[in-house]
């Protein structure tokens, strides 16, 4: 089992910046990709930003060059840091870690969601 805990998110005005945190623990020697989704109005959640454990990152197009992601492996923590915030990018933020089996499937565990605020 793996639980996480994010922090960091609130109201900022356009153009600011937050840095998002999301704490792993339980299994965490087990984590691969750590990283950020946000919830659609559809419910789906899609990609904002992963890293691997071995640092390898996929972004959103959308904010590869506004949001760095990071990731301490020694604590267990992934980083987003969202700069030159835009009021679209209001929206309630779900840390992701995945947990890899040395017999193969991999499951999938979530925060339970930061909200971010940008006002215009």
């Known amino acids: 089992q793996v639980q996480l805990v994010e922090s960091g ?13 999301c704490a792993a623990s339980g299994l965490t020697s087990k984590l691969n990709n750590m990283g950020w989704y946000r919830q659609t109005p559809g419910n789906q959640r899609e990609l904002v930003a992963t890293i691997s454990r ?6 959103a197009d959308s904010v590869k060059s506004r949001f760095p992601i990071s990731r301490d492996n020694a604590k267990n923590t992934v980083f987003l840091q ?8 209001t929206d309630v933020y779900y840390c992701h870690a995945e947990l890899v089996t040395d017999w193969g499937p991999k499951y999938p565990y979530w925060g339970q969601g930061t909200q971010v605020t940008v006002s215009s």
């Open 9 to 21: 998110g609130g109201l900022v005005q356009a153009g600011g910046s937050l840095n998002l945190s």
């Open 82 to 89: 969202m700069n030159y915030l835009k009021p679209e990018a």
């Open 54 to 59: 071995g640092g390898s990152t996929n972004y």
